[in-house]
């Protein structure tokens, strides 16, 4: 199975590493394809010839570019393994990704990231509609920073010391918090769309200056029972807005993507 690569940042270089030391059996490498501000091995110039080297692609490039390619992987038949899911918090994208144009189009696949226990969430959303579904990320301060805030807000959470209480930069739903927290929030998407109501997840994004862990806490009810999980990851030394976790959580699924794989753990 040849893995068609978007994005080398710091969870596309780990896939791109691992997959050329054979971690995972029967995947190799096909191309990477950036935007050009660096020159990883095996780049393509673009979408065209990274198609013609992959059967599957790995979207790691951000909801932008998600948006920029994911039409066209499906449309060619290509499965599109993809990390950025806050896109697909937008209804129109949700629903042109979710029905893709072409003969015989791709499957579009949501890699848990740096999330876990989502088979739970879906098998619990099975058996009726959730209740009360929460995430609670707390992460380092400066990754929380985003463009749009005002300088003192930003300079508020640079400049927050262990020591100093936690400060919450946002209470609100999962699809305003992936569109606001790009770099942050693709787990509250991926979280809605286990549950299968992509609008009654409720997020809280605290910045945690004690830390050096980013905690993903979910909470809901279901008909079932009554659940809660917490995930500590460490953050991934190439960019602290990013847990280690999500460059394996892509290889897992990869591994379980390549056929003739007899038995899983799904
Ligand atoms: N689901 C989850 O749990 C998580 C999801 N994410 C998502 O993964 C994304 C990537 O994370 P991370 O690796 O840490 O980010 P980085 O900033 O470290 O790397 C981003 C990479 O994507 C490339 N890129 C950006 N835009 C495009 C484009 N339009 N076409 C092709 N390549 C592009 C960049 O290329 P260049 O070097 O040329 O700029 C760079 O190589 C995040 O933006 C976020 O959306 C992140 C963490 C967790
Ligand atoms: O890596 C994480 O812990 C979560 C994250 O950034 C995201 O979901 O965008």
């Keep these: 199975m040849r893995v068609g690569l978007l994005g080398h940042g710091a969870i596309g270089s780990n896939v791109a590493e691992a997959l050329r030391r054979g971690v995972v059996p029967g995947a190799v490498l096909g191309g990477v394809l950036t935007r050009g501000r660096t020159a990883p091995p095996a780049a393509v110039r673009d979408l065209p010839e990274l198609l013609a080297s992959a059967d599957v692609v790995v979207e790691a490039a951000g909801q932008r570019a998600l948006r920029e390619h994911g039409p066209a992987v499906l449309a060619a038949g290509r499965d599109l393994l993809a990390v950025s899911a806050g896109a697909l918090a937008d209804e129109a994208f949700f629903r042109e990704l979710t029905r893709p144009a072409?003969?015989?189009?791709?499957?579009?696949?949501?890699?848990?990231?740096?999330?876990?226990?989502?088979?739970?969430?879906?098998?619990?959303?099975?058996?009726?509609?959730?209740?009360?579904?929460?995430?609670?990320?707390?992460?380092?301060p400066a990754s929380l920073v985003q463009p749009w805030m005002d300088e003192p807000t930003a300079e508020r959470l640079r400049s927050l010391r262990p020591g100093d209480d936690p400060v919450t930069v946002f209470d609100g739903d999962a699809r305003e918090a992936a569109a606001r927290f790009p770099r942050n929030a693709n787990v509250a998407a991926t979280l809605a769309l286990a549950a299968g109501d992509r609008a009654a997840v409720r997020v809280r994004l605290v910045a945690a200056p004690d830390t050096r862990l980013t905690r993903h806490v979910v909470e809901f009810t279901g008909p079932l029972g009554e659940y809660r999980f917490e995930l500590a990851n460490l953050p991934d030394p190439g960019n602290p807005a990013t847990s280690g976790l999500v460059a394996p959580a892509v290889l897992r699924s990869l591994a379980d993507l390549v056929p003739g794989v007899a038995w899983r753990v799904a």
């Design 102 to 140: 072409g003969a015989r189009p791709g499957r579009l696949l949501i890699c848990p990231g740096a999330l876990g226990g989502l088979d739970v969430v879906r098998a619990a959303a099975l058996a009726g509609p959730l209740a009360s579904v929460r995430l609670t990320s707390s992460k380092a």
